[in-house]
């Protein structure tokens, strides 16, 4: 099951930033998504903990580690921001280039991005995020099932994403783009409330 679609119309984020602030919508290309409810308990946890580890993984790092909700702009040349066509939402992100971080939020590709599956963003977030990720080219997209314990991670080679790596929630997994980094799964596991 996918986001319902707003309308049938094509929109930019100078349309968004004018929509009620109570009402959570992304834009991928000009077709406005509308957004779940607030998340689950498992899935903020599960968001959640994984930032902080990454967080405290990178203390002496220029990257910056950030969390939904968050613009982040993924234009396709050097358009003006009110005129960017795709506006998403990831759960978490890291970005490691300054000059991509606005007061706004983010413009431009992150390096790594964490979606959290749930049932209601399952198809948004496994067919029409990963189109645009990959578009844009985020180095490392990670979907983490929390009630299946799966992990999906696609990494991008310059020019698309390969075929993707399967895990379980078990052990560890290295983020490829942030050498020395790595989530350990059993602390995310032990707080999920269907553990």
């Not at 029409?128 to 990959?134: G, N, Q, S, W």
């Not at 290295?174 to 602390?187: C, E």
């Amino acid at each position: 099951m996918g986001y319902p679609l707003r309308d049938h119309r094509r929109y930019t984020y100078g349309d968004y930033r004018q929509w009620p602030e109570d009402e959570r919508y992304e834009l991928i290309d000009g077709a406005a998504y509308l957004m779940a409810p607030a998340p689950s308990v498992d899935h903020q946890t599960l968001a959640f903990e994984v930032a902080r580890q990454i967080r405290n993984a990178l203390e002496d790092e220029r990257c910056r580690v950030l969390l939904a909700p968050l613009d982040v702009l993924l234009p396709r040349n050097e358009e003006a921001d009110d005129t960017v066509d795709t506006v998403v939402q990831p759960d978490v992100l890291v970005i490691c280039a300054p000059e991509k971080v606005t007061r706004q939020g983010i413009r431009g590709a992150p390096d790594w991005i964490l979606e959290v599956i749930s049932p209601s963003s399952a198809s948004h977030d496994q067919v029409v995020k990963l189109a645009a990720y990959e578009r844009a080219g985020v180095r490392e997209y990670w979907l983490a099932h929390p009630i299946d314990r799966v992990l999906t991670i696609y990494r991008h080679d310059g020019q698309a994403y390969g075929r993707p790596e399967v895990l379980e929630l078990a052990g560890e997994t290295a983020l490829t783009v942030l050498p020395g980094v790595v989530v350990h799964w059993k602390p995310v596991i032990e707080q999920l409330l269907g553990a």
